[in-house]
Nanobody
């Protein structure tokens, strides 16, 4: 059974940091492109970052570039999203997703498997 489980969300003050984890089970995570998406209340789900299965290339939305870092630990079958210098507009539910043959990194319909999401709230 393929499963993705996110963890690491929480409440943090502006300027703070969080590291989200995405643990895979039932499949080998490094064979898939991994994407991180977020959804704020009343807004569409948006792509935040992705890491390619083909060559490990990383991709970032303009809004998070230079603040967020995506990585993958193949031995742990886990992907991570390190989030620094957090802003209130980063608030939302964060999802990780796994897909094969992903061409458009920030299109949700390119991904086959999704986690349940973890809440990130940035507020003072």
């Amino acid at each position: 059974q393929v499963q993705l489980v996110e963890s690491g969300g929480g409440l943090v003050q502006p300027g703070g940091s969080l590291r989200l984890s995405c643990a895979g089970s039932g499949f080998t995570l490094n064979y898939y492109t991994i994407g991180w998406f977020r959804q704020a209340p009343g807004k569409e789900r948006e792509g935040v970052s992705a890491i390619s299965s083909k060559d490990g290339s990383t991709y970032y939305a303009d809004s998070v570039r230079a603040r967020f870092t995506i990585s993958r630990d193949n031995a742990k079958n886990t992907a991570y999203l390190q989030m620094n210098s957090l802003k209130p507009e980063d608030t939302g539910v964060y999802y990780c997703a796994a897909g094969n043959d992903v061409l458009w990194m920030f299109r949700p319909n390119q991904y086959n498997y999704w986690g349940q999401g973890t809440q990130v709230t940035v507020s003072s």
